[in-house]
């Protein structure tokens, strides 16, 4: 895929990219968007459960997400997961993609999954074994109510698990109890079972800092990017 221009800003594609970037020719966003996005790639535990964190939430993946959420612009689909992609093919590439449950409301709103349209460039089996009980205003609650939302995640019985290893994925991680509800309907399950999300919240990469839950970076997931990003 050569883009000529960035997806985000429609500014051309080479502005400020890296030599290395330029060379690859790979490129979705420009040099100028990509810098101001801070990868993470962060291996650490939700209580049993690997987490592997590709970038921290912050204004710019705050703007892009709420872009393509609430603006409706598809288009914008690709730029979240471009430059893990490969990685994460090759990483989970026996794993079965986990969704947690999109709100039905939201649903019918925009017309479209927003995480399913950002894992489009990657060829793996998705699985949805949730739904959600009611419908909950995740933004307008404080950090410390969101952390009940919990409560409203099900499991949908009906829909069998695969026998693979099963990777729970989300967009954006604020405290994680969301993945931990999920993992919780599903730690039955004997194959491994392993999260990967998007982005996450400051307050709760710290909180992984403060339980010395920030493990070794066993997830390189692109030298590249971090030689560019930083
Ligand atoms: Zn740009």
Request: proline share 4%.
């Amino acid at each position: 895929m050569k883009q000529e221009r960035c997806l985000y800003c429609f500014e051309n594609i080479q502005n400020n990219l890296s030599f290395h970037d330029w060379l690859r020719q790979d490129d979705v966003l420009c040099g100028k968007c990509k810098s101001k996005l801070h990868v993470l790639q962060l291996d650490t535990q939700l209580e049993k459960m690997p987490l592997h964190i590709l970038y921290e939430y912050n204004e710019t993946m705050e703007s892009m997400i709420f872009q393509m959420k609430e603006g409706r612009d598809i288009a914008l689909a690709p730029v979240f997961f471009h430059s893990f992609r490969k990685k994460i093919i090759d990483r989970y590439r026996h794993s079965t993609i986990v969704l947690l449950p999109s709100s039905k409301e939201k649903y019918a709103e925009r017309g479209f999954q927003p995480v399913k349209e950002m894992l489009k460039g990657i060829p793996m089996n998705i699985v949805e074994p949730f739904y959600k009980s009611e419908d909950h205003k995740q933004s307008l609650q404080s950090f410390e109510e969101r952390v009940h939302i919990d409560r409203i995640i099900q499991r949908d019985y009906k829909i069998s698990l695969p026998k693979t290893p099963l990777l729970l994925l989300d967009d954006v991680c604020t405290s994680g109890s969301s993945l931990k509800r999920a993992y919780d309907l599903i730690k039955e399950h004997t194959y491994k079972i392993e999260a990967l999300v998007l982005c996450a919240h400051p307050l709760f990469v710290e909180s992984c800092d403060k339980k010395g839950l920030r493990h070794r970076k066993s997830f390189s997931i692109l030298e590249t990017v971090v030689r560019n990003g930083r």
